[in-house]
């Protein structure tokens, strides 16, 4: 069972993923030790994992497939193609017969081998459409989830600033931070974000000090970002669905930054073709998502046409695969201390 308290701690860490348990636990009246034993439990039971990872930004190809396939296919499809590292995010549609992905690629040529050769090759694969990421239009951490239960004004003053989520795009021809070695240190933060600095230390033979800086440097200039990946079904948002909407160029800025703060999307981003906005929603039922389209979003100046396609299965996010509606956990311990 989910508690308020849980949501509460959920919510913060929504907010900074790595801030410490003493904070959070400060902020919300309870004891350190509750903090970490709480989470341990959500992330054990695969609601709730921290992750830090490099910035999807400067992938050189950010794009969305949309792939239909005949009826029944193509969860097989998805299956396999969720377990290729440069897909970060699939949903399965509901339905059975159309599955989409965000596609990253360092070399357009990684790209073009799999929209242009691979998948049309595949015999239940009726229709392949990319679409080009433009630009990501994000909220900050601190947006209110559209779970119950959230912090309330003074919880969230004690927790200090949320830690900021990527906007735009990273400026890919600008200095590239990442070195080879820092490559441990990725590996590890992409498992548990959470890990203390004296864990990573003794994980790659460095000192504390220098672990905290480089991780430190490299978050506040944008080459890695912390992800609070949350499990939607747990939490009471069990409708999941991608927009595809129509907006004028003129809009295109302004609606774009509209929906982003709306508390039911997950994500909107500019894209290339004949839709050029691309929105994901979680909603708690279909009868929330119907007030979303005739409330929240028919009150958006500019959209001039929307298609609608819900999800029957997530499979994968923030490239991580999900088992049903679930996260997995694959450290079998976690620190308590936190970051």
Known sequence: MIDALDRRIIHALIRDGRQPFRRVATA???????????????????????????????????????????????????????????????????????????????????????????????????????????????ASGGRRPPFGDTLDAAEEAALGPARARPGGF???????????????????????????????????????AAVGRRVELLLERGALFVSTEVAKAPLGLRTLATLWLTVAPADLVAVGEELARHVEVEFVGAISGAANLVVSLACRDNAGLYRYLTGPLAAVTGVDRCEVVVAGARLKQAGTVMDGDRLPNPLAEEPASGA
């Open 28 to 138: 919300l009246g309870c004891s350190e030790q509750t903090v970490a034993r709480r989470y341990r439990r959500l992330r054990e039971a695969g609601v709730v994992r921290v992750i830090v990872i490099r910035d999807p930004r400067r992938a050189l190809e950010n794009g969305f497939l949309r792939i239909r396939t005949k009826p029944g296919a193509a969860r097989a499809i998805a299956t396999a193609l969720a377990r290729r590292d440069d897909v970060s995010w699939l949903t399965l549609e509901a339905g059975g017969a159309e599955l989409t992905c965000s596609l990253r690629a360092d070399d357009p040529r990684d790209r073009d081998a799999l929209v242009i050769e691979r998948l049309p090759q595949v015999g239940h694969v009726t229709d392949v459409t990319f679409a080009s990421l433009l630009h990501i239009f994000a």
């Open 170 to 208: 990273a400026g890919i021809a600008g200095e590239t931070l990442l070195e080879p070695g820092d490559e441990p240190l990725l590996r590890l933060l992409a498992r548990d974000g959470r890990s203390s600095y004296a864990a990573l230390a003794a994980a790659t033979g460095r000192s504390e």
